[in-house]
């Protein structure tokens, strides 16, 4: 069954405001808008059974890819000559290549920078969770409307299969209870979140055999707390990936068990669907990646006049918007199923 394709036009007017241009969280604004990513963060607080850290963190990019890690100096630099060159550009998301929240000050420079001199770029974060309720504060001070969080369980048994480690307090801790520090964090952050009035998606990865039968209960759970967005992407575990997973045999979901876990979360929450999985370093629209007309070489020695920029980006979406606006109302949903979205769209 294909769901219907537009989310936003179903949301209340308060959150509609604020994803109606972010390509990641509405299906239209992806044709209309671009957005890039960041890779700034290359340490990581946990182990995943499904990520190999010689790449970027599984949990928002397709394993097998790797990203350059920038300063936060030279990040700033690449988002303001991306952001001059695509006015389409809306969103500057930090997804790795390891935890964003695991190098705060490596992400908190990047968005202190970015929240100062490009206003109006929205930025975002993904994260695991585990350090997100001792940042929250820092977190909210910038200009961050939305925050992923990677939640796969609510069950430290079923956590216990997918996660090996965690480190904290200074200390690797292992097996059941470091599951269970974890889904503690990323619940206390996702409620932490919904308080201040940060739009919260939650990532999930389908592992057969591991989560499969739980996901609905994590599904209804996140959404009662008030996450906005839930999102199901498959295990791809391969033994080139060298991971724990790719190297047991764990094997992914097939498109049909993928399909039809996302049919049964739909009847409780928002899906989406059309999520690409970009690399830690994309740049442009969803499924097109332009990062290598900017690389550190050739931006080097550019001069970007930001506040010149800033008009014609403001005309430019001002331009837009007629057209995303007519487009969302022409796929917005001829019955009456509010909590479903987006249409499935091939994975790249
Ligand atoms: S959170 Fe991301 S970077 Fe860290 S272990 Fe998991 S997949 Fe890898």
Redesign the pocket.
């Known amino acids: 069954m294909r769901q219907h394709s537009s989310t936003v036009a179903q949301l209340p007017d308060a959150i509609r405001a604020k994803v109606n241009n972010h390509p990641c969280f509405s299906e239209d604004a992806h044709h209309h808008y671009a957005r890039m990513h960041v890779a700034v963060a290359p340490a ?5 059974h ?2 190999n ?1 010689k790449y ?5 990019s397709r394993p097998g890819v790797v990203s350059e890690v920038l300063t936060p100096n030279q990040a700033v630099k690449k988002v303001l000559a991306v952001a001059a060159a695509i006015p389409q550009m809306t969103v500057l998301g930090i997804a ?4 964003p929240l695991a190098n705060p000050a490596r992400t908190f420079e990047t968005f202190r920078q970015l929240t100062a001199q490009a206003p109006d770029i929205k930025l975002c974060v993904s994260t ?1 969770g585990l350090a997100l309720p001792a940042v929250i504060d820092e977190l909210c001070q910038h200009n961050i409307e939305h925050v992923t969080i ?1 939640i796969n369980c609510v069950d430290p048994d079923i956590g216990a299969k997918i996660y090996p480690w965690i480190f904290w307090n200074n200390r690797r801790i292992k097996g059941r209870r470091a599951a269970e520090i974890l889904i503690e964090q990323q619940q206390k952050g996702l409620e932490m979140l919904v308080a201040r009035g940060v739009l919260v998606k939650v990532n999930s990865v389908l592992i057969p055999g591991i989560n499969d039968e739980h996901l609905q209960e994590v599904s209804r759970i996140v959404k009662a707390k008030g996450a906005f967005l839930h999102n199901v992407m498959p295990l791809i575990a391969e033994a080139e990936h060298g991971t724990f997973y790719g190297l047991n045999g764990q094997r992914g979901p097939t498109s049909e068990e993928l399909q039809t876990l996302q049919d049964a979360c739909a009847g409780d929450m928002r899906m989406m669907r059309h999520c690409r999985q970009c690399r830690a370093d994309a740049v442009g629209m969803l499924g097109e990646d332009r990062g290598q007309e900017f690389t550190l070489d050739k931006i080097e020695h550019l001069e970007v006049d930001y506040a010149a920029a800033m008009v014609h980006r403001a005309e430019v979406h001002a331009a837009i918007e007629p057209n995303a606006r007519a487009n969302s109302r022409a796929s917005a949903p001829r019955c009456g199923n509010a909590g479903v979205a987006a249409v499935d769209e091939q994975r790249n």
Request: charged share 20%.
């Open positions: 990581c607080n946990i182990q995943c499904y990520c850290r970027d963190c599984s949990n928002e790795g290549p390891g935890d695991n990677t």
